[in-house]
T-cell receptor, first 115, second 113 residues
């Protein structure tokens, strides 16, 4: 069984601040995939990134960056120079490399960017 | 192209009624997933189809929940004798390959009174 923990229930920052959302996972699989999704107030889940367990290279996409560390089973997400439009609930998720499981999601972090 | 669509978007049912929720995946997507999202929680896996075959239904909470995808495209999630604890948003997702990005629909918000 897999488990994803997002310990930060809610984070509130002022616009232009940097913010990091934490994600810690547990799995017995050697091959797995990690994801981040954004859920804005409209409710639809929006894909942000997918990373496989063999690729620990960090990734940057514009103001977004991800830090994957297998040694600590963490896959943290940083938003640089946050904007009001970044306000949403962010979910970290995991799926094993084989089998017929679906995604295992964390409980989500509600990010509030104040103007 | 069109994304994943779900209908109805909102459903209110009286306790004990049966409901049917529809999912139209992205055309050609082999894999289809159903998730249940309770208020303030992350989505929880219910069941997975590869084409018309239901490969995993381990997440269905009770035998009142039933899902089908008879022709390998549209899927229906049916809940019999609804209970208040069934109130949630039901999300459908599809993808080409089950380990790739899943594309989510807008969800159906079910409220059981």
């Amino acid at each position: 069984a897999q488990k994803v923990t997002q310990a930060q229930t809610e984070i509130s920052v002022v616009e232009k601040e940097d913010v990091t959302l934490d994600c810690v996972y547990e799995t017995r699989d050697t091959t797995y995939y990690l994801f981040w999704y954004k859920q804005p107030p409209s409710g639809e889940l929006v894909f942000l990134i997918r990373r496989n367990s063999f690729d620990e290279q960090n990734e940057i996409s514009g103001r977004y960056s991800w830090n994957f560390q297998k040694s600590t089973s963490s896959f943290n997400f940083t938003i640089t120079a946050s904007q009001v439009v970044d306000s949403a609930v962010y979910f970290c998720a995991l799926i094993p490399g084989g089998g017929a499981d679906g995604l295992t999601f964390g409980k989500g972090t509600h990010l509030i960017i104040q103007p | 192209g069109a994304g994943v669509s779900q209908s109805p978007r909102y459903k209110v049912a009286k306790r004990g009624q049966d409901v049917a929720l529809r999912c139209d995946p992205i055309s050609g997507h082999v894999s289809l997933f159903w998730y249940q999202q309770a208020l303030g929680q992350g989505p929880e896996f219910l069941t997975y189809f590869q084409n018309e075959a239901q490969l995993d239904k381990s997440g269905l909470p009770s035998d009142r929940f039933f899902a089908e995808r008879p022709e390998g495209s549209v899927s229906t999630l049916k809940i019999q004798r609804t209970q208040q604890e069934d109130s949630a948003v039901y999300l459908c997702a599809s993808t080409d390959y089950p380990r790739d990005e899943q594309f989510f629909g807008p969800g159906t918000r079910l409220t059981v009174l």
